[in-house]
């Protein structure tokens, strides 16, 4: 029943991934310098890198000063670059890479980063509404069926261009990812944050009746029963 | 078909297999208890009704109403209401107040307890009428002297000293540092459901003021325990003689301890 | 109307049925809307969130010193899993080392809830295929065993409360690695017996055998994980290729078979991967080392240092990963779990087209969906 | 063990409602005016039946919960009664005072109709089945059909129509779709059953219960499970008849051996096809797709309750114990003993205790016991009930057909399969001496 194939294959990375574990931005530096030559080709990617890094550079003070942040761009990063998509990355805060899209590439970018034959990220987590303290953050998870591989990609919304009583809205990718259709769901239930043209946008885990997006920091709830007395106890 | 007439023998047969394998269950012991009658044997830890413990030597009550388990409680279901005493400026316990009706038995506030005053105890027969009923003051939350000196040792807990007074922070990681401690290898044989029922019936109203009476003119644990056997109510009796074995070696147990 | 009676042929009129959210068969309250025509189904609407307990809300409305005790909640027939999750995300926001000894136990208790998690599905699903008298109570018979070893760990049998961040809740004592032995040593045996009943049955055969085949495309789409996809022939299992905890140490295959896997493919996986988790728990019970079991100080006002993180586990349900950012504060400022059932089950009105009645059980149950996961 | 005891106690009540009881009556009463006895002697068997039929169903409902605990590591039921006995009477008297509901939009007449139709036919189609389970007691002789099985089987036929009832009137989509898989389960599964049993009928040559449980008598050779009287001849043989006896049965040599294998073997066949078909007839596992319980939420009476269901539930168990009882007379010779006597008779002390029970108090002074129908009342019901216990060990074991392969499995397996029996059989039982 059990093939020993896979197994096998694995044996390696096993010993890379388990190599890499304790410190943290060194797998990417590795995949960074393997991903170097490819891009070396061409020169007009040699500025682009920099900018970036530079444009990064003030951030993890502000944001958590204990990671390394590699110099190197990232794989994915230099990866949609190449493809004309423009990406931002990060400053990781773990060993993953994370990269910043605008909502209007976001499609045309995981299309890519699927079908690709090199960079095969075609397993998407989840989609994670975040309600940061100025934007809010739709969050892909991406990893792979076939390599280690895995990436974070964040499309920030300001809080301020959204218009008043309206939602955030972000291009579903529900329709050639089936995968996403219910994570976008549940995002809009629960995050408000309208994915366009998603091809069956409704709440999922509330009533069809509920007002409000709970996860919203500025959600009122009926009743706190963390603050004041539980309403469900009898004292 | 001779394939047809294998496959359908070959399924026959399987099925005889099948059957076999049930019947042979004819010659096995049942599994189940029939529990009111006999009571489940439960792990030390286990996590059930909430209690308060009394510094089974000296009877004096653990609870320093430092108010972490009520912080801490995920349900806000314990309410702790204490007060300043004048002469000697310490906090001082009026009520204690747990809502079991909406407990959901973490085991939280026992992790976090600095003076191991409220813990799990093995008992998990609260059933009641009403809501209300389910909300235990601290008389009903209050274990008697034997009782919590039956807790101490079956959760291998490090015996109070005669004045815990030290709600220091310090000592709030002292509680699951205590618990996680390789215990000694004391293999605990009682039966605790079949003890810890009749406690709960038993009037635990008078259970801290005569446990105090008794222990001053006693002050061992082991001779009390036969004293009070006779005063307390019918049930108790029974459940006596069962808790004698571990309180009997407990005081072997804990001196090399202390 | 007018135009039914103008067809020359027998026009048949499509019966929409509710099934659940109070149903026999539809463990816990899923609500599937049904359209069938005959016995033959149409259509499928899984219709969630009767169960839903905002779970994410209330992690981010307490302490993480509390919110450890309610993760267990999120999967109850995995709890280990959960907060293992949770614990794992933690540590590699806050970079808490974790002591071996306390990662062998980890490793011990969850597969031990695998183990637990498998024969439940395992009972569940014959009486999901109508076997409702007999057999279903042979592997509750095991699992209550290994619940009584819970018990004596984490101090209850399902919501255990026993992986914390940076460490393990208790150490066990000796006799209770006795007690593990004794029960790893009889338990093949009953996997056996289950094996005899169930496993060549004809009756069991026809039900299972080609149906509810779940193509790798299909799979892959719907971002399907754990022994489902498993059995469609992806080999993909956190433990092996994305080694976490001390994983790598253990000698163990990835369980996977060739061909698409259809509903008994996934039984057999699911039987296999007890086998191996047996395999796993005597290795982990010989290399256990002595220590610390606790790397990060529990106290009810713990904090994680500011950043996210996602760490994920291989749940038996398939990859349960948390996803995790920490404000620095008490509490977290976003926690988001990726549950395994909510995935599979996105994947259900594919294989449930245009088959008939009888098989929704036997699919549906197949996927091993656990309702509180799906709607937290 | 327990099983035995309950076992026994069983067979005694069966045995005290079902025969001592009437003809303790009819003697009580025999002395008055011979018309009112006349009229006694053809009600008594009706209330023998009446009388008889819920306690046995009681019965048999208790001890299928015993054995499934038994086979399921479990305590069976142990609270209500002397170590739980009476549990299964106290869920009767709890079923009987339970509110009768009738759903909103269900069709009342139909609704209430249907578990009457349902029980009706297993009444009075377990009649002419009394006279061949007691060996022809006096007392049942009345009620002997010269068609005895056909009369049964044109009863059994009767509940489809009341489960569709019941599926239609109680307006309610999951009763609906079990209504009409019963009605199609069951026609189609009446063809293996009637082929099978046609089969033994013809063996035997009539279609008299009673005359077919005598055929069999003496010996498991004899009965129609092996060879319906193809193994008469060895069987008379055994008994002392020696080569002549072999000659006169099997008188065409070596063909009539190959013909007499032949039907030994058909006829285990069409046994274990009557034993399928009934397991469909009377809706039991694996067959049970009309009430499938993950499926349909109860199928047919999902909305049933209190005495409604109490008569559903009531008559699948008494269609248990009939379908039993059937195979017992039809296949396993009825109340004969399966030890052939001459080797009874041969074994020390048997006959003196059946001369024991003859001279006893109870037949000799008040005939309640006469020794033949007793012996065969004992035999009959051993038969059943162990027949019964492994209906229960198959509950217990195997899962549910899908109702497209139960369908296929009907039509396309059983049937050609029983007409293969029944032609052979034809063409075999030229060739021996058998019954009939």
């Known amino acids: 029943m059990t093939d020993e194939k896979p197994s096998e294959a694995e044996k390696p990375e096993d010993k890379k991934a388990e190599a890499a574990k304790p410190e943290a931005a060194k797998p990417e530096v590795a995949k960074a310098d393997g991903a170097k030559p490819a891009d070396a080709a061409k020169p007009a990617d040699a500025a682009k890198p920099a900018a970036p890094a530079a444009a990064a550079a003030p951030k993890p003070a502000a944001k958590a000063p204990e990671p390394v942040i590699p110099a190197t761009a990232g794989k994915f990063e230099q990866f949609l670059k190449e493809h004309g998509i423009p990406a931002q990355r990060l400053p990781l805060s773990l060993e993953v890479e994370t990269i910043v899209l605008s909502g209007d590439v976001l499609q045309a970018a995981l299309r890519l980063l699927r079908n690709s034959s090199e960079v095969k990220l075609d397993l998407l987590l989840t989609i994670s509404g975040v309600d940061s303290n100025d934007t809010y953050d739709s969050v892909y998870h991406l990893w792979s069926y076939s390599n280690l591989d895995e990436l974070v990609i964040k499309v920030l919304i300001k809080k301020s261009d959204v218009a008043e009583g309206d939602l955030p809205a972000v291009p579903s990718i529900a329709n050639f990812w089936s995968a996403a259709n219910w994570h976008e769901r549940e995002t809009y239930d629960l995050m408000g944050i309208r994915y366009a043209n998603h091809p069956y946008l409704r709440r999922i885990l509330n009533p069809w009746d509920w007002e409000g997006y709970p996860l919203r920091r500025d959600y009122k709830q009926l009743v706190d029963c963390l603050n004041d007395k539980n309403p469900h106890s009898m004292r | 078909m001779a394939n047809l007439i294998s496959r359908a023998f070959g399924g026959l047969n399987e099925v005889r297999r099948g059957l076999a394998t049930v019947f042979k269950h004819t010659f096995r012991e049942p599994i189940t208890k029939n529990y009111p009658d006999e009571m489940p044997d439960l792990a030390p830890h286990f996590r059930g009704r909430l209690a308060l413990t009394v510094n089974p030597e000296t009877g004096d009550h653990l609870c320093i109403s430092c108010k972490q388990c009520e912080r801490v409680c995920p349900d806000k279901c314990i309410e702790i209401t204490s007060h300043k005493s004048p002469e000697t400026n310490k906090l001082e316990l009026i009520d204690f107040k747990i809502d079991h009706g909406l407990c959901m038995f973490c085991g939280l506030c026992t992790e976090v307890c600095p003076t191991l005053c409220i813990i799990n105890t093995n008992d998990f027969e609260m059933a009641d009428y009403s809501r209300e009923s389910l909300i235990y003051d601290l008389k009903k939350l209050t274990l008697s002297q034997d009782e919590s000196a039956f807790y101490f040792d079956r959760k291998e807990m490090p015996l109070p000293k005669p004045k815990p007074a030290k709600p220091a922070p310090a000592a709030a990681g002292a509680a699951p540092a205590a618990v996680a401690a390789k215990p000694a290898a004391v293999p605990s044989v009682a039966a605790p459901g079949a003890d810890a029922k009749p406690e709960t019936e038993a009037p635990e109203a008078k259970a801290p003021a005569d446990s105090k009476t008794v222990e001053v003119k006693k002050p061992e644990v082991k001779a009390e325990v036969k004293e009070e056997s006779k005063p307390e109510a019918k049930p108790e009796a029974k459940a006596e003689t069962k808790t004698d074995e571990p309180k009997a070696d407990e005081p072997k147990a804990d001196e090399p301890k202390a | 109307m007018a135009t039914e009676i103008q067809e020359i042929d027998l026009k048949t009129d499509e019966m929409i049925i509710n099934m659940g959210p109070q149903h026999p068969a539809t463990h816990g309250v899923l609500r599937l809307l049904l359209t069938l025509d005959g016995e033959t189904v149409k259509h499928v609407e899984p219709v969630l969130g009767h169960l839903h307990r905002a779970q994410e809300w209330q992690g981010q409305n307490r302490t993480w010193f509390q919110y450890q005790a309610l993760i267990d909640r999120v999967d109850y027939l995995s709890g280990m899993f959960t907060s293992w999750a949770m614990a794992r995300s933690c540590e590699q926001i806050d970079g808490t080392v974790v002591p071996p000894r306390a990662e062998y136990l980890r490793v011990m208790v969850s597969e031990m809830n695998r183990i637990t998690s498998h024969l439940l599905w395992l009972g569940t699903y014959l009486i999901d295929l109508g076997a409702m008298f007999g057999f279903p109570f042979y592997p509750f018979r095991e699992r209550e065993k290994l619940f009584d070893l819970f018990e004596e760990i984490a101090g209850q049998r399902m919501m255990f409360n026993y992986i914390r961040i940076g460490g393990v809740l208790r150490d066990p004592k000796p006799e209770w690695f006795d007690k593990l032995k004794r029960f790893l040593d009889e338990f093949p045996d009953r996997i056996d017996e289950y094996e005899t009943i169930v496993t060549q049955n004809p009756i069991f055969l026809k039900r299972t055998k080609g149906v509810g085949i779940l193509t790798q495309a299909v799979a892959k789409d719907y971002g399907v994980t754990g022994p489902c996809i498993r059995s469609s022939g992806i080999p993909l299992d956190l433990r092996r290729t994305k080694p976490y905890s001390v994983y790598p140490e253990l000698k163990f295959d990835v369980i996977t078979f060739d061909k698409e896997g259809d509903t008994w493919d996934r039984y057999m996986a699911r039987i296999l991967e007890m086998r191996q988790s047996i395999e796993i728990i005597r290795q982990c019970i010989d290399k256990l080392p002595s220590g610390d079991i606790m790397g990060k100080k529990q106290m009810a006002g713990m904090r994680i240092k500011a950043g996210e993180g996602f760490a994920a586990v291989e749940s038996p349900r398939g990859i349960l990963g948390c996803y995790v950012i920490s404000g620095g504060g008490e509490k977290a400022l976003r926690f988001r779990w990726r549950n395994p059932s909510f995935c599979n089950l996105s994947v259900l009105h594919e294989l449930l087209k245009g088959c008939p009645l009888s098989d929704i059980m036997a699919i549906f149950g197949s996927i091993d969906v656990i309702l509180p996961d799906v709607d937290r | ?436």
């Open chain 4, 1 to 436: 063990m327990w099983l035995a005891g309950i076992f026994t106690i069983v067979w005694m009540v069966c045995w005290a409602l079902g025969i001592a009881l009437p003809m303790l009556l009819t003697q009580q009463l025999g002395d008055k005016a011979a018309l009112t006895n006349e009229i006694l002697r053809a009600a008594t068997p009706v209330i023998a039946i009446l009388v008889f039929i819920p306690i046995n169903a009681m019965f048999m409902v208790l001890i299928e919960r015993r054995a499934l605990a038994l086979w399921t590591v479990r305590k069976g039921p142990n609270r209500v009664g002397p170590d739980g006995n009476f549990q299964t009477a106290a869920d009767a008297v709890k079923l009987l005072l339970k509110e009768d509901i009738t759903p909103t939009g269900a069709d009342a007449v139909m609704h209430t109709f249907a578990p009457i139709l349902f029980f009706a036919p297993s009444v009075f189609g377990a009649v002419p089945l009394l006279a061949a389970v007691t060996n022809n007691h006096p007392l049942f002789r009345v009620l002997n059909l010269p068609t005895g099985i056909f009369f049964v089987l044109a009863a059994g036929a009767l509940p489809v129509v009341a489960l569709v009832m019941a599926g239609w009137a109680s307006n309610n989509k999951y009763s609906l779709v079990g209504g009409l898989r019963s009605a199609a389960q069951a026609i189609s599964y009446e063809i293996p059953l009637v082929l099978s049993l046609i089969t033994v009928c013809l063996m035997a040559g009539t279609l008299d219960l009673v005359k077919i449980t005598e055929q069999q008598a003496g010996g498991i050779l004899n009965w129609n499970l092996l060879g319906g009287g193809a193994l008469t001849g060895l069987n008379n043989a055994l008994a002392g008849g020696g080569a002549k006896a072999l000659a006169t049965s099997y008188f065409m040599g070596p063909i009539s051996y190959v013909c007499a294998g032949l039907l030994v073997i058909s006829l285990i066949i069409s046994f274990w096809l009557y034993l399928t078909g009934a397991c469909a007839e009377i809706n039991r596992i694996p067959f049970d797709l009309p009430e499938a319980e993950s499926e349909l939420v109860s199928g047919y009476n999902t909305e049933y309750s209190g005495m409604k269901f109490a008569i559903f539930f009531l008559a699948e168990f008494t269609n248990l114990f009939i379908v039993s009882s059937i195979t017992t007379v039809m296949f396993l010779g009825g109340g004969d003993n399966p030890i052939p006597p001459y080797i009874l008779n041969n074994i020390p002390g048997i006959p003196q205790m059946v001369a024991a029970i003859r001279d006893s108090y109870f037949c000799s002074t008040l005939h309640i016991i006469n020794p033949e129908t007793f012996f065969a009342t004992l035999w009959v019901i051993a038969k059943v009930y162990g027949l019964v216990i492994f209906a229960v060990l198959i509950r217990g074991t195997l899962p549910r057909f899908r109702i497209d392969q139960l369908m296929a499995f009907g039509w396309k397996r059983l049937i050609p399969l029983s007409l293969i029996v029944f032609i052979i059989v034809v063409f075999a039982r030229e060739f021996v001496i058998c019954h009939g």
